[in-house]
């Protein structure tokens, strides 16, 4: 009884105050969610979370040890992919993350480099960039993968250092040269013997996501995957 007439209520809301699809502005249809169908059409998921050696794992070969690697889209200058990362990161729609993080989810969920995974955490901002935004946008890619895997995310697996932090670090750690200490992980106990997932935006260079794996692999007997919702080809 309880749930028709949360039901009914439902449809009169949704009557009265029609979600837009964020890809085209016009009114979704009921079961759709951010993106109408003919929008969410202009989504091509790449096949590299099927694939043990890809695009995105070549990235990090010779570089910080990495069980899999993969990117959900591909990163254009223009297109639904390039609207959709503006929306996330800059017109205060967390909410993208959710959604491309479970649509993810639901695909990575099935093949077996992916069924192993402990936990989930996601690239830290830095703490200014942070309250700016109000969100770390990556956190909510991680939450959205985190309820289709029924996974747990740990948002503050990774700290990332400010400058003054970051050089003490690397006055420790003079061995590593020519490596980036931007990344602190304030709670090693939590991640040991784990399968972790790291999940990130954009993947360009793969610096970042590099950095934050020479912290992580630091830790007893870890291992880490690597998922980001897109990834530039160059
Ligand atoms: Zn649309």
Not at 69 to 92: I, R
Not at 104 to 113: F, N, Q, R, V
């Amino acid at each position: 009884m309880i749930a028709a007439i949360k039901n009914n209520f439902e449809n009169v809301f949704h009557l009265f105050f029609p979600n837009p699809c964020l890809g085209c502005g016009k009114q979704l249809f009921k079961g759709e969610e951010i993106l109408c169908m003919v929008c969410e059409s202009e989504l091509h998921i790449t096949p590299f979370h099927q694939h043990q050696y890809n695009f995105v794992s070549e990235k990090f070969v010779g570089r910080a040890k990495v069980e899999n690697a993969t990117s959900m889209l591909l990163f254009a200058k223009e297109g639904m992919v390039q609207h959709l990362m503006h929306l996330l990161k800059y017109q205060n729609k967390p909410e993208v993350g959710i959604y491309l993080g479970k649509k993810y989810g639901e695909l990575i969920k099935k093949e077996s480099a992916y069924q192993h995974i402990d936990c989930i955490v996601p690239v830290p901002l830095h703490e200014e960039k942070k309250a700016k935004r109000g969100y770390n946008q990556s956190e909510y890619f991680a939450i959205g993968l985190g309820e289709a895997m029924n996974t747990p995310v740990l948002a503050n697996g990774l700290k990332r250092l400010n400058l003054k932090e970051s050089q003490t670090r690397k006055k420790k750690f003079e061995r590593w040269k020519n490596v980036e200490h931007d990344f602190d992980c304030p709670n090693e106990s939590l991640l040991e013997n784990k399968h972790i997932l790291l999940v990130d935006d954009v993947l360009t260079t793969g610096a970042t996501l590099d950095s934050c794996c020479s912290v992580l692999n630091q830790i007893k007997n870890i291992k880490v995957s690597i998922a980001t919702i897109a990834v530039v080809m160059r």
